[in-house]
């Protein structure tokens, strides 16, 4: 059982950045595919980023490509989303995510079996 913690969250205005991270329990998480997902009030889940489990393949929702970078350090069990240029449309609970595989095609949709609880990203003047 792998868990997952995100942490990072919170209140920015437009044109802001955060960056939010998830530290994962899993002893192999090198093993392991990541993303990001997220969902906004009355919306459907949307996937936002995802990174295959050596780092080299990443891969974007439309609506944060240019904006968004994810990023993994394997020896400290955590991925990264580096969030700038931030809208009010990106208002929204993202989730971590993660499969046991080289490619994060369940992650990307929506399909991994591991989420993290989430964290409230709230973009806001």
């Known amino acids: 059982q792998v868990q997952l913690t995100e942490s990072g969250g919170g209140l920015v205005q437009p044109g802001g950045s955060l960056r939010l991270s998830c530290a994962a329990s899993?002893?192999?998480?090198?093993?392991?595919?990541m993303g990001w997902l997220r969902q906004a009030p009355g919306k459907e889940r949307e996937f936002v980023a995802a990174?295959?489990?050596?780092?080299?393949?990443?891969f974007y929702g439309d609506s944060v490509k240019g904006r968004f970078t994810i990023s993994r350090d394997n020896g400290k069990n955590t991925v990264y989303l580096q969030m700038n240029s931030l809208k009010p449309e990106d208002t929204a609970v993202y989730y971590c995510?993660?499969?046991?595989?080289?490619?994060?095609?369940?992650?990307?949709?929506?399909?991994?079996?591991?989420w993290g609880q989430g964290t409230q990203v709230t973009v806001s003047s």
């Open positions: 899993a002893p192999t998480f090198r093993t392991y595919a």
């Open positions: 995510s993660a499969d046991r595989a080289y490619d994060p095609d369940t992650v990307v949709s929506g399909l991994a079996p591991y």
């Open positions: 990174i295959s489990w050596s780092g080299t393949s990443t």
